[in-house]
Nanobody, 118 residues
Framework: QVQLVESGGGLVQAGGSLRLSCAAS????????MGWYRQAPGKQRELVAA???????NYADSVKGRFTISRDNAKNAVLLQMNSLKPEDTAVYYC????????????WGRGTQVTVSS
C-alpha cells in the first residue's frame, strides 16, 4: 500500500522557518518525482516545489530563494525547508509523488497545515 505521510507543519510568526517532511513508501519514492503543493482557503492547489529522481528542482516564483526541497534517499523522504515565511504562505501543504511510469497515477498525502502569523 502506497503511503505519503507529511509532518512538520504548525504555527510560526512571519520571518520564521519550518521544515516539512514527507515519508513515502520505498516502492513509489524510487520511481517518482516528488513534490510539495499547497492550497489556501478559496484558492486552487498550486505547485510549491518539486524534485526529480536525479535531483533536479523546480520552484514556484513566489518561494524561490526562500524554500528548498531535497530528497533523503536513505529514508525515502522528501523535505521542504521553508525560511523567511510570509502570511501568504499560509495553506495546507500536500506531498505528491508523480511516478515516471506512465501507467501509474499520482499519489497524495493528507496534508499538513502551515499557518504564518503577521
Amino acid at each position: 500500500q502506497v503511503q505519503l505521510v507529511e509532518s512538520g507543519g504548525g504555527l510560526v510568526q512571519a520571518g520564521g522557518s519550518l521544515r516539512l517532511s514527507c515519508a513515502a513508501s520505498k516502492s513509489i519514492f524510487s520511481i517518482s518525482t516528488m513534490g510539495w503543493y499547497r492550497q489556501a482557503p478559496g484558492k486552487q492547489r498550486e505547485l510549491v516545489a518539486a524534485i526529480t529522481i536525479g535531483g533536479d528542482t523546480n520552484y514556484a516564483d513566489s518561494v524561490k530563494g526562500r524554500f528548498t526541497i531535497s530528497r533523503d534517499n536513505a529514508k525515502n523522504a522528501v523535505l521542504l525547508q521553508m525560511n523567511s515565511l510570509k502570511p501568504e504562505d499560509t495553506a495546507v501543504y500536500y506531498c505528491n509523488a508523480k511516478p515516471v511510469v506512465p501507467a501509474l497515477h499520482d499519489f497524495w498525502g493528507r496534508g499538513t497545515q502551515v499557518t504564518v502569523s503577521s
